[in-house]
């Protein structure tokens, strides 16, 4: 059974920093590509981060810069880095692993939920 448990969001000024954690299990987390996605209120869910099973890593132009998407495949662990953040990046904040056809692979974790104020 595949779990995604996302951790590391809470509230945070604008221009300030949050590390977010993903835990993977059920799945070979090694070979899988792994994403970082976000819903904020009203709007749709949207890929933030991608990194790949040989690390190669692309970001929405949104955050590029910015955000820092990583792995540690000992751990079964994904992370995102988020550094000066603005309010707009407030926003419940997901992992799963992206498929070619731009859909997802697993169903959602709980997510975790980033607050930025200004």
Not at 7 to 15: K, M, P, R
Not at 75 to 84: A, I, R, S
Request: net charge positive; hydrophobic share 30%.
């Amino acid at each position: 059974q595949v779990q995604l448990v996302e951790s590391g969001g809470g509230l945070v000024q604008a221009g300030g920093s949050l590390r977010l954690s993903c835990a993977a299990s059920g799945f070979i987390f090694s070979i899988a590509n792994m994403g970082w996605y976000r819903q904020a209120p009203g709007n749709q869910r949207e890929l933030v981060a991608t990194i790949t099973n040989t690390k190669y890593t692309s970001y929405a132009d949104s955050v590029k810069g910015r955000f820092t998407i990583s792995r540690d495949n000992a751990k079964n662990t994904v992370y995102l880095q988020m550094n000066n953040l603005k309010p707009e990046d407030t926003a419940d904040y997901y992992c799963n692993v992206p498929d070619s056809a731009g859909g997802t692979r697993h169903s959602w974790g709980q997510g975790t939920q980033v607050t930025v104020s200004s």
